[in-house]
């Protein structure tokens, strides 16, 4: 796997052979896939274990292992915590400005994607109750009517709540298919991404 600034660096290809030479060692390998992360990673030539530790000459050694733990603060550190329990002899340290900045960045997201959500709701709420009260103010006369040659209110109330069910029903269906699509035609691009990463 290659970051994506070595690659542009080196030029490299899908399935291109690399010649990889340290101290003396040689090693042949095919570039798999690319990986752009805007971190340190982008610098990195990623190859298996046992062809690092040849090319290293240190066959069965192996000085860090990096890990990345997707979750919160909590879980993250519950993590470390097991993973020190279970190799003592090792030295686990979470690196920090990536998993709290993560955490602080996700929480703002949560809450502004919260208050977003309810705002909607809200402004929702308003313009149906102001579109119904227009609906009933047009048809006073049609209310009048019916009232007048017997109609019950629980009736004339029944057929107010029906034609709000079903606008909302068409409302919900019509918003959902644009939902869909929208998210389908946004998914692109990050799959075409994921394929040319790896």
Do not use: H
Request: glycine share 10%.
């Amino acid at each position: 796997m290659l970051g994506a600034r070595v690659a542009r660096q080196l030029n490299a290809q899908q399935d291109a052979e690399l010649i990889l030479s340290v101290s003396g060692r040689r090693g042949s390998c095919r570039v798999a896939s690319f990986r752009e992360t805007g971190g340190p990673e982008d610098d990195r030539v990623e190859i298996s274990l046992p062809a690092a530790q040849s090319l290293a000459g240190l066959p069965n050694r192996i000085s860090a292992i990096e890990l990345r733990v997707p979750g919160t603060p909590g879980a993250i550190q519950a993590y470390v915590a097991d993973l020190q329990r279970l190799i003592p002899q090792a030295d686990v340290r979470p690196i920090r400005q990536f998993t709290e900045g993560e955490a602080k960045i996700y929480d703002r997201i949560s809450g502004i994607l919260s208050a977003t959500v309810a705002l909607v709701l809200v402004l929702t709420s308003l313009c149906v109750m102001a579109a119904m009260t227009n609906v009933a103010m047009e048809r006073r006369n049609d209310v009048g009517l019916m009232k007048a040659i017997g109609g019950a209110t629980r009736r004339v109330l029944r057929l107010f709540l029906a034609e709000a069910a079903l606008l909302g029903l068409t409302g919900g269906v019509l918003g959902a298919a644009i939902g869909i699509l929208l998210s389908m035609w946004l998914a692109k691009p990050c799959s075409a991404l994921r394929r040319v990463r790896g």
